[in-house]
Structures are given as C-alpha cells and as structure tokens.
C-alpha cells in the first residue's frame, strides 16, 4: 500500500507529530510513504514527494507544518479533484491522510467518493470539529494564549487598566473560554456567552466601582472590533484601557505535551484503520480514548458547547 500524507487549512501545533506517526506506521507495516506538499493545492500541483523514515526525524518539537499549508477554495469542483487524483494515481498512491479543520473533512471525503482511500485527522487550534473533544494543536494555542494574556495581566495591574485581548478561533468560542477560566479573566466574550455591549460596559463600570484595580476581557474574533470596544469602555467607565489582538502567535510554537501524545497517536491510528481497509473516516478524541466514525458523520454532527462558559460567573 502506498499511503499520502498531507496537512491543509490553518497550520496547528502537533501537525508534525501527526506525519511523522503516518509516515514511520507506514513504513512499520511495510507500507510506502508519500508527503504531499503545501495541501490540496500542492496535491494538485502534484508536489508528491516519497518519505523515508528519516525525512520525518527531528520534528516532533517542531511547530507548524514541514509539509507546508494551504486553503484551495477550488478543491470543491469536481474538474480540480480529478487533477488531484490523476497525481494520486501516477505515483500509485491509493489512500491519503489528511489533517486539518472542517475544510480539509469536505475535500477528503470528495476524494473518498472518487476512490481514493481518505482518513481524516483533527488538526486546528480552533477546537471546532464536532466529533471531536480536542483538535491537535488546541492546547498549545491556549498555553501561548494563557502566556500572553498573563503578561498582559502584569501591565495592567501596573497601570490600572481594563485590557481588552482578542483571541482566535473563528466561529469557535473555545479558545476564548478556556483561557478565561485559566486566567482569571473576569469577562469572556463569544458566541457562545452571547455579546451585549450595554451589559459589558456596566460590569466593567461596576468592577471600578467596587475598587477593582484592573480587569482583563477576553474577546473571541468575529464578534466586535476590539479596538472600538476598548474606547467606549473607556469612554463610559473612565478605566483607562487598551486592546490587544493575539493573532497568528496563536498558531505557532513548540507543541505542547498532549498535542504530541494526541497527534502521535491518531497518525498512527490512521494507517491502522487504512491497514484493516477502512476509508472515509475520521479520528476523533473522546477523554484519552481516539475512535473513528464517518467523515460524513464528522461534519454533519452539531457542536456541543463547552460547559466551561457556565462557571465563568461563578468564577468572578
Ligand atoms: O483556523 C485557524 C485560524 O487561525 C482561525 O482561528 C482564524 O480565524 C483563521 O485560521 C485565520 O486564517 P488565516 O491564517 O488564513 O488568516
């Protein structure tokens, strides 16, 4: 068997670890092993290159992608795939791990229905694939999250302000949350909390009020202009106050532990699923436990919202 790895959308910490397990499983079971550059856009460019065990060595500390990323938007019409498949098909390749977000589920089960063999992986820091408990490369993120709000924590009791952090995570207010409650933050806001402007400036007006010396909020992205805000609360609380976007840090850095753990494992339970002839799923996380189901499952299953939002309030 010969066996494609690829990486695609938003690069995650953990993605490495993630084609180092596919590669060297392959290789374990005597199978071939093939990295697809820069995602479905290299595959359709047909950047395919054979990887010996070697190639994947001193990566597993590595964040980002070695195989490089990519969004290909045209990946949805069927005249592009065929261009994929045609590469897939010249090298002898007949079945491919991918590993990425929701876009990267929708292109692989294309690929599963056109007859190449597809397993997906959950690798994103958005935490946003519904089958899934964790994605890889969540963890990290929220450490570099964690890392950079408790500094900007250290400033703004030092000048006593209200700091306003946005983080990422898309529509997925998960990052935000968690790094709320792990930093003490005394307000969190995502679509999942909900967002009343009205009701955040009296609290924060209130928490002056009661002598808090400074406030830290967190704002998920997508859900108002931090910069906007921060100027009306300080505007209607006088609290003097700043707003911070974390951006792409968030992507990079050294993988945490669990992400190393969590990406090693799901690689290799990839080709063991291809091994035992399974095709069009996906991995997924559940406790410590990794199980698979169908791709189609995946993204047709509705997102549970962490119940960690809940305890905000009581938290603060
Ligand atoms: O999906 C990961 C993510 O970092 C999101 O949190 C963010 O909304 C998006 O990617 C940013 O995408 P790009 O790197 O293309 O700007």
New binding site residues.
């Given amino acids: 068997m010969k066996i494609g790895v690829l990486t695609s959308?938003?690069d995650a910490p953990g993605m490495n670890a993630a084609i180092r397990a596919v590669v060297r499983t392959a290789i374990y079971y005597g199978m071939e092993a093939y990295g697809i550059q820069d995602g479905y856009k290299g595959l359709v460019e047909g950047k395919i290159y054979k990887l010996g065990r070697n190639d994947v060595g001193q990566m597993l500390n590595r964040g980002g992608t070695i195989l490089g990323s990519s969004?290909l938007k045209e990946f949805a019409q069927k005249e592009v795939r065929e261009i994929a498949v045609k590469h897939l098909n010249n090298h002898g390749i007949d079945a491919l791990v991918v590993i990425g977000?929701d876009g990267t589920y929708r292109g692989a089960m294309a690929l599963n229905e056109m007859g190449i063999k597809c397993i997906a992986l959950p690798g994103?820091?958005?935490n946003d694939i519904s089958s899934t408990e964790y994605t890889i490369g969540f963890f990290t993120a929220l450490d570099t999250a964690i890392d950079a709000i408790d500094k900007l924590r250290d400033t703004s009791f030092s000048h006593q302000r209200c700091t306003v952090v946005e983080v990422?995570?898309?529509d997925c207010g998960d990052l935000s949350i968690f790094a709320g409650v792990a930093c003490g933050a005394e307000i969190v806001i995502t679509k999942e909390t909900g967002f009343e402007k009205q009701r955040v400036l009296e609290r924060v007006k209130n928490a002056k009020a009661m002598g808090k010396r400074h406030i830290i909020i967190v704002v998920a992205?997508?859900i108002v202009d931090v910069n906007v805000l921060a100027k009306e609360i300080e505007a209607f609380t006088l609290y003097e106050t700043r707003a911070t976007v974390l951006g792409?840090i968030?992507?990079g850095g050294t993988p945490s532990a669990f992400d190393r753990v969590l990406a090693s494992k799901m690689g290799s339970f990839a080709v063991d699923l291809l091994g035992k002839g399974l095709s069009g799923k996906a991995v997924f996380s559940k406790g410590i436990e990794i199980d698979y189901c169908d791709i189609q499952e995946a993204l047709n299953k509705k997102r549970p919202i962490t119940d960690l939002y809940r305890y905000l309030e009581k938290l603060n």
Avoid: F
């Fill in positions: 959308g938003g969004r977000g994103t820091i958005d990422m995570g898309r992205e997508n792409h968030q992507r």
